[in-house]
C-alpha cells in the first residue's frame, strides 16, 4: 500500500470515531452539534500523555476516552431538561467554548531540551510517539481499525442488549418509553458518556497520526460533519456512519474528482439523497432487509447443505 | 462611567444587526420548528452577488444593497425548495443536515464567483465619526440601527396587519389547525421563509457595509450570531430576537473591551450554555413552544 492510501484509509478509522459518537447520540434521540469537543480533549489529553509523561499509547489513549467521557457526562447532566433544539445549540454552545478555552490554554515543559505543550492558537506540536517508537504508518492504520472493529462489535452486541433496544425506544418515542417504565434520563445520560468516551478515544488516535493539533481543527465544521455522516451512511446500523465517512472522505476528498466545483457536486448529492433517505443509505428499513434476506440465504444454503448430504448418502 | 455608556451604545448598535439576524432565524423556526443552517451562508451570497454586481457594472450602495437583499431572497427560496419543502412536517433532522450540505454548496459557489478571500464592500456612509457630548458615534452604526428598527417595525406591522402575517402567525400557533381553517401552509412557509432570507439581507448588507468587506467566512459567523441571539431571546419570539440581539452586542462589547476578542466569545457562548441550561426557554420565549411541539407529535 502506498503512504497515501495508508493516510487516507487511517483519517477515515478515526474520524469514524466521532461519527460513531455523534451517532450514539442520534439512536438516543438526541442531536448534537458538540462531539468535537470530546474529540478535542480526548486529543489534547492522550498527546499530553504520552509527549510530556512520556507513557504508553494505550494508557493516553484511556485518558483520552476518559476525559471524554467525564466531560460528556457533565454536560449532559447540566442539560438534562433540555432536548431537541434547545440540547443541539447547548453541545454547540459548549464545544464553541471547549475551542477558545484551548485557544486561551498554554503550558508547555521542558522534554529533553525543548518546551513540549499545549500552546494556546499555535497548536501542541511535537507528539513523537509513533515515530520514536518506530511504530510504521501501516502498523498504527492496523491498530486504528483493530479498534474501531472492537467498537462496531460493541455495537453490534449493544443492538441485542436489552439497553440497546431502550436506547433506540427512547430515540424513536421518548413519552412512549417513559409510559413504558424506562427512565429516558438515565439512558440518555449512559449514551452522553459512552459517546463522549468514543470521542475521546478518536481524539487521542488522532493527535498521534497528525503529531500536531490547534484548536482551530476542532471547530463547528468537524462537528456538524460528523452528525452529517450517521445521516448520510445510515441510522440503521453502526456501519452507516462509517459509509458516511467513508464516502465523503474516501470518495470525494481524497480523490480528484469534481476538483474545483467538489462541495457543490456532494451538497447537492446529500440534499437529494436525504429527500429520498431522511434516515440515510442504511437505514432501519434497509437493515431490515439485508439481515432478513441473509437469514434466508443461509438457511437456504443450509438446508441444501443438509439435503445434499442426504441424498449422497 | 463613560466607557461603561459608550460601550453599551456601540453594542446596542452592533446588536440591532444581531437582532435582525435573529428575526429572521425566528421566523423560519417558528413557522417550520425546524434549524436552516444555511441562513447565514444564504445572506453570504447575497452580499457576495452585491459585491460582484458592485465590482463588474460599478453601481453605487443603494443598487448593491437591493442586489443584496433580492439574491438572499432567491438563494433563501433554493434552500427552502430543497432542504425544507420536501420535508413538509417530517424528518426534521433530516432537513437540518441538508441545510448544512447546501451551506457547503454555497460557500464553494461564492469562493467561485470572487476567488479573493477579502473582497472590498462599497461602503454606505463616508462620513467620519462624530461625537456628541462625551460620546463618539459612526454614522454607519447610526444607520445600522435605524434601518433595523425600521425593519424590525416593518416585520412587526406585516405580522400583525396583513393576512399574510395573519397565516404567519396561525401556522407558528398550530400548523394542523392552520390547515383545517384553510390558511395555504406551503405558501405561507415559502413567504415567510423569503421574507427570513431577505431580512438577513438586510442585515448582512448593513454589517457587510460597515466592515467595507466581505470574506467566506460571513456564512460561519452570521449564522452563529444569529442562533445565539435568537436561543438568548427564546425560540420563535419576535421581541425575543429583538432583545437577544441587543443583549448580545451588548454583552459582547463590554466583554470586547475588558477581556479581548476570544474572551468576548467565550462568554458569548457561556451565556447562552448558561442560559439553556437554568432557563431553557431564553429570555422572552416560553416552555409553551416546546411542549406544544411535544403533543402535536404525539397527536
Known amino acids: 500500500m502506498d503512504d497515501f492510501l495508508i493516510g487516507v484509509l487511517t483519517n477515515i478509522g478515526i474520524i469514524s470515531f466521532v461519527a460513531l459518537s455523534a451517532y450514539m447520540l442520534l439512536l438516543s434521540g438526541e442531536v448534537s452539534f458538540g462531539q468535537q469537543a470530546y474529540f478535542a480533549m480526548g486529543a489534547y489529553a492522550a498527546g499530553m500523555v504520552t509527549a510530556m509523561l512520556g507513557w504508553h499509547l494505550v494508557p493516553a489513549l484511556l485518558a483520552g476516552a476518559l476525559v471524554g467521557a467525564a466531560a460528556a457526562t457533565a454536560v449532559g447532566s447540566a442539560t438534562l431538561r433540555l432536548s431537541g433544539f434547545y440540547f443541539a445549540m447547548a453541545t454547540l454552545a459548549f464545544a464553541e467554548m471547549t475551542r477558545i478555552a484551548f485557544e486561551l490554554f498554554a503550558f508547555r515543559i521542558d522534554v529533553g531540551g525543548t518546551p513540549v505543550g499545549p500552546n494556546g492558537t499555535d497548536g501542541f506540536g511535537d507528539i513523537r510517539y509513533l515515530f520514536e517508537n518506530g511504530i510504521t504508518p501501516l502498523q498504527y492504520l492496523m491498530f486504528v481499525y483493530a479498534l474501531l472493529g472492537l467498537v462496531l462489535t460493541g455495537f453490534f452486541v449493544l443492538e441485542r442488549t436489552r439497553f440497546g433496544r431502550a436506547l433506540r425506544q427512547a430515540g424513536a418515542d421518548p413519552l412512549l418509553a417513559e409510559l413504558q417504565g424506562l427512565s429516558v434520563v438515565r439512558i440518555r445520560l449512559l449514551a452522553a458518556a459512552a459517546a463522549g468516551a468514543l470521542a475521546g478515544l478518536g481524539g487521542g488516535l488522532y493527535v498521534h497520526l497528525l503529531t500536531y493539533i490547534e484548536p482551530a481543527s476542532f471547530n463547528i465544521m468537524l462537528g456538524v460533519h460528523s452528525l452529517a455522516y450517521g445521516l448520510i451512511g445510515g441510522l440503521g446500523t453502526a456501519l452507516g456512519p462509517v459509509l458516511g465517512v467513508l464516502i465523503d472522505i474516501g470518495v470525494l476528498e481524497s480523490s480528484r474528482l469534481f476538483a474545483g466545483y467538489r462541495m457543490i457536486v456532494f451538497g447537492g448529492l446529500v440534499a437529494l439523497l436525504l429527500i429520498v433517505r431522511p434516515r440515510g443509505l442504511l437505514d432501519e428499513r434497509a437493515v431490515h432487509w439485508i439481515t432478513s434476506h441473509l437469514k434466508r440465504s443461509m438457511y437456504a444454503a443450509g438446508r441444501s447443505g443438509l439435503d445434499g448430504s442426504l441424498r449422497r448418502r | ?299
Open chain 2, 1 to 299: 462611567m463613560i466607557d461603561l455608556i459608550q460601550n453599551t451604545l456601540d453594542g446596542a448598535m452592533v446588536g440591532s444587526s444581531y437582532a435582525l439576524l435573529a428575526l429572521g432565524f425566528t421566523l423560519i423556526f417558528g413557522t417550520m420548528r425546524r434549524l436552516n443552517l444555511a441562513y447565514g451562508p444564504t445572506i453570504m451570497a447575497g452580499a457576495y452577488l452585491g459585491t460582484y454586481a458592485s465590482l463588474r457594472f460599478g453601481i453605487g450602495a443603494l443598487p448593491v444593497a437591493i442586489v443584496v437583499v433580492v439574491g438572499a431572497a432567491l438563494v433563501g427560496l433554493y434552500v427552502e425548495r430543497l432542504c425544507f419543502r420536501p420535508f413538509g412536517d417530517s424528518a426534521a433532522i433530516a432537513s437540518m443536515v441538508s441545510s448544512f450540505a447546501v451551506w457547503m454548496q454555497i460557500e464553494e459557489a461564492a469562493t467561485l464567483l470572487l476567488p479573493r478571500h477579502l473582497n472590498a464592500f462599497p461602503a454606505l456612509v463616508a462620513g467620519p465619526p462624530f461625537t456628541l457630548g462625551p460620546f463618539l458615534f459612526r454614522p454607519e452604526h447610526l444607520l445600522m440601527l435605524a434601518v433595523a428598527t425600521a425593519a424590525a417595525g416593518l416585520v412587526y406591522w406585516a405580522l400583525h396587519h396583513t393576512r399574510f402575517g395573519l397565516g404567519v402567525r396561525t401556522v407558528i400557533d398550530h400548523r394542523r389547525a392552520a390547515e383545517i381553517v384553510g390558511v395555504p401552509v406551503e405558501r405561507v412557509l415559502m413567504l415567510a421563509f423569503i421574507l427570513a432570507s431577505a431580512i438577513g439581507g438586510v442585515a448582512g448588507f448593513l454589517i457587510a457595509a460597515t466592515d467595507h468587506q466581505i470574506t467566506p467566512m460571513f456564512g460561519m459567523w452570521a449564522t452563529t450570531k444569529g442562533l445565539i441571539a435568537m436561543m438568548l431571546g427564546g425560540l420563535g419570539s419576535v421581541p425575543g430576537a429583538i432583545a437577544g440581539g441587543l443583549a448580545l452586542g451588548i454583552i459582547e462589547a463590554h466583554m470586547q473591551w475588558a477581556f479581548g476578542p476570544q474572551v468576548r466569545d467565550l462568554i458569548a457562548w457561556g451565556v447562552l450554555f448558561a442560559v439553556l441550561a437554568l432557563w431553557p426557554g431564553g429570555l422572552m420565549g416560553s416552555r409553551r413552544l416546546a411542549d406544544a411541539a411535544a403533543v402535536q407529535r404525539r397527536l
